[in-house]
């Protein structure tokens, strides 16, 4: 499967990603095929990368985050590309994160993206709004190390 995704054409490419995802779904072997989408963020090709961001919306939304791609997540979300910065902003609104640290990397990255690329502003503040419904639990249980202190 693996040389099929690091094929020269990208339409070969672009319909691995599809068959990986399928493969996901009927399988339940999430964790391997996420690990190959993630690394598929990092095709030169633009199209091919929002193809990976789209499967793993689908695939990553049955998955909790781990944690451990988001440099990943992070290093996408400042792309000049429009259509590559908003998948991956639907790609943040299913993510169930396990570690609030990554949690707040991910929300100082879209608090970024809103000064960097005031156009994503909507978009920011949906993934944000998502975000916050999705993973209530895990800022709940934090919520005193988030707030700033009461003065008596």
């Not at 396990?98 to 993206?113: I, K, P």
């Amino acid at each position: 499967m693996m040389v099929i995704l690091e094929d020269e054409a990208r339409e070969v490419r672009m319909l691995a990603l599809q068959v990986v995802q399928e493969l996901s779904l009927v399988t339940g072997d999430q964790a391997r095929v996420l690990t190959v989408l993630y690394d598929m963020c990092g095709d030169e090709n633009d199209q091919v990368r929002i193809k990976a961001v789209q499967s793993l919306v689908r695939v990553q939304g049955r998955a909790d985050f781990t944690g451990q791609e988001t440099s990943i997540v992070l290093q996408n979300m400042q792309e000049v590309n429009p259509a590559l910065r908003a998948v991956f902003y639907q790609l943040v609104q299913v993510l169930r994160f396990l570690h609030l640290s990554d949690l707040l990397a991910v929300y100082q990255g879209l608090e970024q993206n809103v000064g960097r690329f005031g156009q994503d502003e909507n978009e920011v503040l949906l993934s944000l709004k998502q975000m916050g419904r999705l993973n209530h639990k895990l800022i709940a249980r934090h919520l005193d190390s988030l707030l700033p202190p009461q003065e008596p």
